[in-house]
């Protein structure tokens, strides 16, 4: 088991150009979430996916956002015409369904937009 | 809705002193409580979480935190801090674990061990 993987690490990327951040859950997680965390502050929930389904959305995922979970395990989420607003370390997480069940998070990919 | 707030933003201290970082919430129901630490470029380790039962929780690295129903608080302990503690604490609340779980997360507090 070697946990949440996200790749790339870094992505240095020019205002208006496309970005996709990959994320590999631990292997038999059936929920995977994504959080947006800027410097200084909290993480910030984006959206979640129980096994391939997209159960819920934060309204701060724009429509210039999209992730997906094709087949229930890995996770992509694209940003469309960057801003340099998205900035920031986008994390990825995983967990089992269910009470009492931790959430354990990766190392995320740092944005930088200029 | 639920939110969280960390009365510290920075919480400096010496080596082998105690440390407290304050971790508030407000929820008008039940939530479930955790504690994260983030060393410098990394992602978030969890430290230790409230779901029922006692309300005193041990966690990893010789923290352990208290829940408070009547002050709605969650404060963060250690009797004797190390450098190594040195990083960004966050406390989080989720409202209905079973409904997708997803976290509320404090602002953070900056822990600085110094020797």
């Known amino acids: 088991d070697t946990g949440v993987s996200q790749d790339p690490r870094h992505k240095i990327t020019k205002r208006g150009q496309n970005v996709t951040f990959r994320c590999d859950p631990i292997s038999e997680h059936n929920r995977l979430y994504w959080y947006r965390q800027t410097l200084g502050q909290g993480p910030e929930f984006l959206t979640y996916?129980?096994?391939?389904?997209?159960?819920?959305k934060s309204r701060l995922l724009s429509d210039r956002f999209s992730a997906e979970r094709p087949k229930g395990s890995f996770s992509t989420l694209e940003i469309q015409r960057t801003e340099q607003g998205d900035s920031a370390m986008y994390l990825c997480?995983?967990?089992?369904?269910?009470?009492?069940?931790?959430?354990?998070f990766g190392e995320g990919s740092w944005l930088t937009v200029v | 809705a639920q939110s969280v707030t960390q009365l510290d933003s920075q919480v400096p201290v010496f080596e082998e002193a105690p440390v407290e970082l304050r971790c508030n919430y407000s929820?008008?129901?039940?939530?479930?409580l955790f504690w994260y630490v983030q060393y410098p470029n990394q992602g978030l380790q969890l430290l230790l979480k409230?779901?029922?039962?006692?309300?005193l929780v041990k966690g990893i690295n010789g923290f352990e935190a208290e829940f408070n129903k009547s002050q709605t608080s969650f404060h963060l302990r250690k009797p004797s801090v190390h450098i190594s503690d040195t990083a960004e604490y966050f406390c989080a609340v989720t409202r209905d674990y079973n409904q997708g779980g997803k976290l509320i997360f404090g602002q953070g507090t900056e822990l600085s061990v110094k020797p």
């Open positions: 929820s008008s129901v039940s939530v479930y």
């Open positions: 409230y779901l029922s039962g006692s309300t």
């Open positions: 996916f129980q096994n391939e389904a997209q159960l819920e």
């Open positions: 997480a995983s967990s089992l369904a269910g009470e009492g069940n931790t959430i354990y």
